[in-house]
């Protein structure tokens, strides 16, 4: 499934975040953007380094002010909540797609 877009409520994005510098914000949404489109995150530092486009060393710094919005692995509960009521949405949509192509079909056949 593609997700060529994803939900992002600035106003709790700017409450969690207030907090961060410019470094740090940028390297977020990198990571919370990977998150989106590959479904998550490796858990390795070298990996998320290239992700956030930083050296290691930059990625050394920024790194203890972002662990905390991740659960182990790197796992991000809130994009795995909308991650799966987007697949939920793209179910419902593709059975009705299915449905409705079923539908017409016979209706033409009569």
Excluded: C, N
Aim: hydrophobic share 40%.
């Amino acid at each position: 499934m593609s997700r060529p877009w994803m939900p992002f409520y600035i106003s709790d994005y700017i409450a969690d975040t207030m907090h961060l510098g410019t470094l740090e914000h940028g390297a977020y949404v990198l990571l919370i953007a990977h998150y989106w489109r590959h479904g998550g995150l490796p858990d390795d530092d070298l990996k998320l380094a290239r992700i956030v486009r930083a050296t290691a060393e930059q990625w050394s710094e920024i790194r203890p002010a972002l662990r905390p919005f991740f659960s182990e692995g790197w796992t991000h509960k809130r994009i795995d909540s909308e991650l799966a009521q987007a697949a939920e949405k793209y179910e419902r949509r593709a059975s009705a797609g299915r449905s409705g192509g079923l539908a017409s079909g016979s209706a033409r056949r009569s």
